[in-house]
């Protein structure tokens, strides 16, 4: 069974930095890894992504220069370090993959979500 599992997130304050980490498993493959965030009343939105060929990345503007993602191939894991976090940042943080199940098919899968709250 293919999944995506996250830990870290909760409450930090404004300035204050925080890691987020996504491990998947039951995947022979995976073509990108990343995060997206939906805040209150909100779209989900993409936060950054990372390719398992070349390690090319994209972030959001609103987080450029702020936030960083990482992979580690060999775990098939990504994290996702934040740091001058706003209140505006304040979302459940989902990691996001495209990965190929051991049934050779591929699709997008997400993890359960974890929260991020940035007090001001």
């Known amino acids: 069974q293919v999944q995506l599992v996250e830990s870290g997130g909760g409450l930090v304050q404004a300035g204050g930095s925080m890691r987020l980490s996504c491990a998947a498993s039951?995947?022979?493959?995976?073509?990108?890894m990343g995060w997206y965030r939906q805040a209150p009343g909100k779209q989900r939105e993409v936060v950054a992504t990372?390719?398992?060929?070349?390690?090319?990345?994209n972030y959001a503007r609103s987080v450029k220069g702020r936030f960083t993602i990482s992979r580690d191939n060999a775990q098939n894991t990504v994290d996702l370090q934040m740091s001058g976090l706003k209140p505006e940042d304040t979302a459940v943080y989902y990691c996001?993959?495209?990965?190929?199940?051991?049934?050779?098919?591929?699709?997008?899968?997400w993890g359960q979500g974890t929260q991020v709250t940035v007090s001001s």
């Open positions: 996001n993959a495209f990965m190929q199940s051991s049934s050779q098919q591929w699709r997008e899968y």
């Open positions: 990372i390719y398992t060929n070349g390690g090319s990345t």
């Open positions: 039951g995947t022979i493959s995976i073509m990108y």
